[in-house]
């Protein structure tokens, strides 16, 4: 089954509240967050392959053998009831590795839609859920969203209960990418740390994440359990999301496990202008909420 080269793209995710739950007893955590989609992504160009494998390669980065990719390929290939031809995946990098943003999940979740085209099938719900089992906890939340792979919506259990909501799209968000990198491993580690402390960072209960949401970003009341205690062992996050509340935006924190920080805008001059301060020592890019 041959197909013509098919271009994708993979769009990154934000956090609007990040609550981490203790240590279950399988050892896994349970989390509480908005999950966005922005219009910073990655670009998948897919190529058929003779071999009935996924072949992917990254001009800019090694990827190991098996990765969210591949995963994501044989997982479809198992259920799709279907002949899925060999594809060769050729991936651009727009969405900072290890940032906190989504960008491995998300791009899972688009070669699943490049999948389902080229050989002309729709999963179901349910299994588009085990896709994202077999690949990665935030994968559930990429394969929910629109044709195109932009989503907002209540995320909680590790990731895989997914209720979209109606998206904002007057969000400006002004993205810091400070020089250093937390694993999601090590992130979660220190949380437990600060756990056994009886440390416990507050915030709106998982009820209250949609009504917060809709309100005026300068009443924003979302935490990020992962923010104290990253910012402890890399002072320059901390640093990041104070400059940026310098600048007078309406809310500032990090996505995810880090290491990325964000501060939202409603005003584009007001965002610009902080942009441009900050590009002098900091690298930042300007997006928009879709």
Not at 72 to 91: C, D, H, R, S, T
Request: glycine share 8%; aromatic share 10%.
């Amino acid at each position: 089954m041959m197909f013509e080269t098919v271009l994708e793209k993979a769009y990154a995710k934000i956090n609007f509240g990040l609550k981490v739950l203790p240590k279950r007893e399988d050892g896994f955590h349970n989390i509480e967050s908005i999950f966005q989609t922005i219009d910073l992504y990655d670009e998948l160009i897919v190529s058929w392959n003779e071999k009935k494998e996924c072949k992917v390669h990254c001009e800019f980065m090694d990827l190991p053998a098996e990765n969210t990719l591949t995963k994501a390929y044989k997982a479809f290939v198992e259920i799709a009831g279907v002949e899925v031809p060999g594809v060769n995946v050729e991936l651009k990098k727009g969405i900072p590795s290890g940032g906190g943003l989504g960008g491995g999940s998300s791009d899972a979740a688009a070669l699943i839609r490049v999948l389902e085209n080229i050989c002309g099938i729709s999963l179901s719900n349910l299994q588009l859920d085990y896709v994202a089992s077999k690949t990665g906890s935030d994968v559930f939340f990429f394969m929910h969203g629109d044709k195109n792979g932009r989503s907002c919506a209540l995320v909680s259990g590790r990731g895989e209960i997914v209720k979209e909501i109606a998206p904002r799209k007057d969000l400006i968000l002004l993205l810091i990418f400070p020089k250093v990198s937390s694993s999601t491993k090590e992130a979660y580690s220190l949380v437990d740390e600060a756990y056994n402390r009886g440390e416990e960072v507050e915030g709106p209960d998982f009820s209250e994440l949609e009504f917060v949401y809709n309100k005026s970003v300068q009443n924003w009341s979302f935490k990020n359990t992962f923010t104290p205690v990253i910012s402890k062992v890399y002072p320059e996050i901390g640093k990041a999301i104070g400059e940026l509340e310098k600048l007078g935006c309406c809310y500032a924190e990090m996505s995810g496990s880090g290491s990325t920080v964000f501060g939202v805008f409603t005003l584009i001059q007001q965002a610009e202008f902080a942009c441009n301060l900050l590009a002098a020592t900091w690298d930042c890019k300007l997006v928009r909420t879709i």
